[in-house]
Nanobody, 122 residues
Framework: QVQLVESGGGLVQAGGSLRLSCAAS????????LGWFRQAPGKEREFVAA????????YYADSVKGRFTISRDNAKNTVYLQMNSLKPEDTAVYYC???????????????WGQGTQVTVSS
């Protein structure tokens, strides 16, 4: 059973930075894609970024491109989301997700973490 555990959320002022971590366990992830999603109050969950475990191919939503960076540490089975130049509209619960494919998509993820809150004050 795949388990994903997020950490690193918190409260930050606009313009600041945070780094989220997602510790993955339960499988060998060499054929997986790991992604980050977020859901703000009253809004639908939206795709943020994704990375293939093998090859490290990345893909970003336009709203975060140039500000956020997704990366992975194979030895630690951990995926990171470095968030810079944060804006109040980035406030949301951020979720880590995994899908058993090396094809990057913005949907059809099989496993989800419990989420971590990110709040950006103006």
């Amino acid at each position: 059973q795949v388990q994903l555990v997020e950490s690193g959320g918190g409260l930050v002022q606009a313009g600041g930075s945070l780094r989220l971590s997602c510790a993955a366990s339960g499988r060998t992830f060499s054929s997986y894609t790991l992604g980050w999603f977020r859901q703000a109050p009253g809004k639908e969950r939206e795709f943020v970024a994704a990375i293939t475990w093998r090859g490290g191919i990345t893909y970003y939503a336009d709203s975060v491109k140039g500000r956020f960076t997704i990366s992975r540490d194979n030895a630690k089975n951990t995926v990171y989301l470095q968030m810079n130049s944060l804006k109040p509209e980035d406030t949301a619960v951020y979720y880590c997700a995994a899908r058993s494919s090396l094809v990057i998509t913005t949907m059809d993820y099989d496993y989800w973490g419990q989420g971590t809150q990110v709040t950006v004050s103006s």
